[in-house]
């Protein structure tokens, strides 16, 4: 019989319900206060109130399990086992939090293994949902009992491609400046989604490319479940599977391998898989016959084989 997470869904819906009451009480507040990190990001009392929150639910209803977030680090579950950890970000999109900006999220994954088995990422200023565990579907909805499976699109061509970002800045720091707005200029749509949404969106098939050049594990953890359980691909910009790497490339699958074409980077010091080389050949779309006015897109989820014509 096939292991089950429901129970840590179910609990991962608990933590999300807790955080987004906190979130919401303060977002758009005027005496909302904000400081900043060593690194320059954001950091609000609702990202700190969010984690606190979340890290005494599981003190109590896990107390075994490790737990990692965004602003308080890594402490170690009753027992010192590693088994199982949950990676907490409590407020994915922070600048927008600030700012009023409705598209921020908590994000909540649980590692198991060295594997991450469930991921939960809860919008409220959306009033969007969207979780799924390994081996048992993605879904979005308003609850665990009230939800649909949703799966990434079939998209083939980089040519009917949406490609979704979260900024340009940092991909000049890897070099990959020029490969991006080479990739933009192939696709048919690009736009700047940014932070979690980008990678729900392409769970849910309304957008087939999404990557990012700069990311640290909890920005990842929730998000590489629920596209793969969507039909997707998630790996580092170097290839690696899961979110494990310093940036993150999620795709549709049929796509992944453009992608890589233009975005693949392989640091100096780690490993370079030959299937890809640092940059495509050539930049431009091919051209269609001048008397070819109409085209037809495929823009249909994949409920099969994503490999399958």
């Known amino acids: 019989m096939a292991h089950s997470w429901n129970d840590d869904v179910r609990l991962a819906h608990v933590l999300a319900d807790v955080a987004d009451n906190l979130s919401m009480d303060r977002f758009g507040a005027i005496d909302l206060e904000v400081s900043t990190k060593p690194d320059m990001s954001y950091v609000t009392e609702s990202d700190e109130a969010v984690e606190e929150a979340i890290r005494r639910q599981l003190k109590t209803a896990r107390t075994r399990d490790v737990v990692l977030g965004e602003e308080q680090g890594e402490v170690e579950g009753s027992t010192g086992s590693h088994e199982r950890r949950w990676i907490i970000d409590p407020i994915d999109g922070t600048a927008n939090f600030v700012r009023g900006v409705p598209v921020w999220a908590t994000l909540i994954g649980l590692e198991e293994a060295g594997e991450i088995v469930v991921g939960c990422v809860s919008a409220p200023a959306l009033g969007r949902r969207w979780w799924a565990s390994k081996g048992g579907g993605a879904f ?170």
């Open 140 to 309: 979005t909805g308003k609850s665990f009992m009230q939800a649909r499976e949703i799966r990434v699109s079939r998209v083939a061509d980089l040519e009917a491609a949406s490609f979704s970002y979260s900024s340009l800045g940092g991909w000049d720091d890897i070099d990959k400046a020029d490969a991006l707005r080479a990739l933009m200029r192939r696709c048919w749509r690009t736009r700047a989604y940014g932070d979690f949404w980008s990678y729900m969106m392409l769970a849910e098939g309304a957008v087939d490319i999404a990557a990012e050049p700069e990311l640290k594990l909890w920005d990842m953890a929730a998000l590489d479940v629920i596209v793969t359980e969507a039909g997707g691909r998630f790996t580092s910009l170097a290839g690696q599977p899961g979110p494990w790497g310093p940036d993150a490339l999620a795709t549709n699958g049929r796509l992944h391998d453009a992608a890589m074409a233009y975005l693949g980077h392989f640091p100096d010091d780690g490993p370079h898989d030959e299937l890809w080389g640092d940059e495509p050949e050539g930049d431009d779309p091919p051209e269609q016959p001048p008397d070819d006015n109409v085209r037809t897109l495929d823009f249909s989820r994949s409920w099969g084989d994503p490999d399958a014509p």
